[in-house]
């Protein structure tokens, strides 16, 4: 089936989420449409061929008349959480319940390790004339992942998941800090 006629045959069918209207962009709806039916035939298979990460790290082409994309982006967070909590309850099955929490706080304890680095200075830096992620609000978020891990205080997977930085010349590489926010993730929902 070429793209087009899968087009086609999105647009007639029912909008499994709300659409933006006007100028607003959203998830193209096919994409997400294809991507959400396998994982949910992956997810009854009980294979391993897509994991939490999978589903984490999906994207999705920004279109006109597309899914709104704050609505599917929390529907692909409950399939992430269904996903890892699988996971966890396959390797606590395997090897015991002692080996996943003590994965979970080498894990913890590796982000810490990363964070303890002065502010302003935890992550690599884009060159002077590249744009990366704005130093200050990155490390806001920093020290409230730090909190979290170090001290119990309040944080949620939703509240990362949704973090977003305005971006600066000189900032911090994106790359780098998206991976500190998922390897968080994955110790948020390993202890959950």
């Not at 709806?29 to 994991?51: K, N, W, Y």
């Not at 200050?136 to 891990?149: A, F, G, K, W």
């Amino acid at each position: 089936m070429t793209e087009n006629q899968l087009d086609e045959q999105t647009a007639q069918a029912p909008a499994a989420f709300a659409l933006t209207s006007g100028r607003v962009r959203g998830y193209h709806r096919a994409a997400v449409d294809t991507f959400l039916a396998s994982a949910r035939r992956a997810f009854e298979a009980g294979g391993d061929e897509l994991s939490a990460d999978d589903v984490r790290t999906a994207s999705f082409p920004l279109v006109k008349g597309g899914y709104v994309v704050a609505d599917v982006d929390a529907a692909l967070g409950r399939v992430e959480d269904a996903f890892a909590a699988r996971e966890r309850e396959r390797v606590v099955r395997a090897q015991g319940a002692g080996v996943w929490v003590e994965q979970a706080r080498s894990d913890a304890q590796t982000i810490l390790d990363h964070l303890a680095r002065p502010r302003r200075h935890r992550f690599a830096r884009t060159g002077v004339l590249t744009f990366g992620y704005r130093i200050d609000e990155v490390d806001h978020v920093s020290t409230r992942i730090v909190r979290y891990l170090r001290d119990g205080d309040a944080l949620t997977v939703e509240q990362l998941r949704s973090a977003a930085f305005r971006m600066q010349r000189g900032g911090y590489r994106e790359e780098q800090v998206d991976a500190l926010l998922d390897a968080t993730i994955d110790v948020i929902l390993a202890v959950r």
